[in-house]
């Protein structure tokens, strides 16, 4: 004799299955959305890492009246952050392999004066994986510099 309890029904087992596998399709097709969003997230994360870090090498020769040189080594993937009255480095950034820097009009030394002035002014090209491309531009006189997206 089987008894029956009223509102105890359950779910199947097809039931179940199919379930699962709309929500499995769902979540693989927003993960393949997903990718371009971390793509574009690294180039911003990096130009945001290297203005902050742009500005600080500036603040940091006028608060210690010191020249401060910002070197890059494009074929290493990281740039220095380095005083000229003290070897002592203040930054050592690793950046991702797919990010690109060339030097367009300048070398790849920066070099912040004493009163926060750019020695010589010039730009970088920066690509990511030769689709997302930026220029940084320092200008002479105050020691300014901006990132264009081109």
């Known amino acids: 004799m089987r008894i029956y309890l009223r509102g105890q029904d359950g779910f199947t087992f097809l039931e179940s299955l199919l379930v699962l596998s709309i929500v499995t ?17 690294i180039m911003t994360h990096f130009i945001q890492q290297l203005t902050d ?44 392999p797919a990010i690109e820097i060339r030097s367009w009009t300048i070398g790849n030394t920066i070099t912040f004066t004493r009163t926060g002035t750019i020695s ?24 300014r510099f901006y990132v264009q997206k081109l």
């Open 25 to 41: 399709v769902i979540i693989s097709i927003s993960i393949v959305k997903l990718s371009p969003v971390k793509e574009r997230q």
């Open 120 to 143: 010589s002014s010039g730009t970088y090209a920066i690509s990511y994986k030769g689709r997302e491309r930026y220029s940084l531009v320092f200008q002479i006189g105050f020691g």
């Open 53 to 96: 870090d742009l500005l600080y090498a500036q603040q940091y020769a006028m608060s210690s009246n010191q020249s401060v040189r910002v070197i890059f080594f494009p074929s290493d993937y990281y740039y220095r952050i380095v005083g000229t009255k003290t070897p002592t480095e203040l930054v050592n950034r690793k950046y991702d």
